[in-house]
C-alpha cells in the first residue's frame, strides 16, 4: 500500500527555523519531492531527494533516509510569505511515467 | 514559455449532472496527469493519458473518464456528480521518459463546487 505521513500543522514565527517531516511506506520508490502550495493555488516544486543525505537550495534543505522511509523539509530565516501548505510526494516505481503520491500536507503558519 | 493551463478556473454543479475540465500541458510536455485534491487534503493521482490512452489510474470509479488528444491537451469528464466530488482538480504534465529532477508541472486548478 501507499502511506506518507506529516504532522498536519506547524506554527513558527518570522526568522526562526522549521523543519516538517515526513514518513513514507510505498510499493514502490523513485525519489521523494516536496511542494509548496499557497491556499487555492498549484503546487509549485521545492525540492527533490532520491539518494539519502541533504540536499540544499537557498533558504530551503531536505534531507532523505530511504532505510528508514524518512524524509524533512528545512525552511531558514522564516518569512512571512513562507505560510502555505507543504506537501511531500514520493514517485512511483521508474516505468517512465511520473505518477506521484502524496501525503495530506502540513499547513506551516509563520507569525510576526 | 507557456505553462500549464487549464480552464474553467471555477464551476458551480448540482448532483447529479456531468462537467467537463480541459488542460494544455507545458510546451514540449506529451504527458498529463489529474489528481483530486478535496479542502485540506493532498493531491490525489486520478489517471495520466500518453499517447492519447490511459497508461495509469488510481482508485476513482469509472464516473472519472478522460481524453488526450493529438496536441496532448487533455479532459477529464465527471459523471452523475455527486456532493463529495467538490474538490480542486488540478492538470500536471510531464515529459515521458524523463526522470531526476524533472518532475510534474501543474495547472492552477479547476475549482469544482457541486450543490
Known amino acids: 500500500g501507499q502511506n506518507i505521513d506529516q504532522p498536519t500543522e506547524m506554527t513558527a514565527t518570522e526568522g526562526a527555523i522549521v523543519q516538517i517531516n515526513c514518513t513514507y511506506q510505498?510499493?514502490?520508490?523513485?525519489?521523494l519531492f516536496w511542494y509548496q502550495q499557497h491556499a487555492g493555488e498549484a503546487p509549485t516544486f521545492l525540492s527533490y531527494?532520491?539518494?539519502?543525505g541533504l540536499e540544499e537550495k537557498g533558504r530551503f534543505s531536505s534531507f532523505l533516509s530511504r532505510s528508514k522511509g524518512y524524509s524533512y523539509l528545512l525552511l531558514k530565516e522564516l518569512q512571512m510569505k513562507d505560510s502555505a501548505s507543504y506537501l511531500c510526494?514520493?514517485?512511483?516505481?521508474?516505468?517512465?511515467?511520473?505518477?506521484?503520491?502524496f501525503g495530506t500536507g502540513t499547513r506551516l503558519l509563520v507569525s510576526p | 514559455d507557456a505553462g500549464v493551463t487549464q480552464s474553467p478556473t471555477h464551476l458551480i454543479k448540482t448532483r447529479g449532472q456531468q462537467v467537463t475540465l480541459r488542460c494544455s500541458p507545458k510546451?514540449?510536455?506529451?504527458?498529463v496527469s489529474w489528481y483530486q485534491q478535496a479542502l485540506g487534503q493532498g493531491p490525489q493521482f486520478i489517471f495520466q493519458y500518453y499517447e492519447e490512452e490511459e497508461r495509469q489510474r488510481g482508485n476513482f470509479p469509472d464516473r472519472f473518464s478522460g481524453h488526450q488528444f493529438p496536441n496532448y491537451s487533455s479532459e477529464l469528464n465527471v459523471n452523475a456528480l455527486l456532493l463529495g466530488d467538490s474538490a480542486l482538480y488540478l492538470c500536471a504534465s510531464s515529459l515521458y521518459g524523463t526522470s531526476g529532477t524533472d518532475t510534474q508541472y501543474f495547472g492552477p486548478g479547476t475549482r469544482l463546487t457541486v450543490l
Open positions: 510505498t510499493s514502490g520508490f523513485n525519489g
Open positions: 531527494n532520491v539518494l539519502d
Open positions: 510526494a514520493v514517485r512511483d516505481r521508474d516505468t517512465g511515467f511520473q505518477k506521484l503520491v
Open positions: 510546451s514540449g510536455h506529451d504527458t
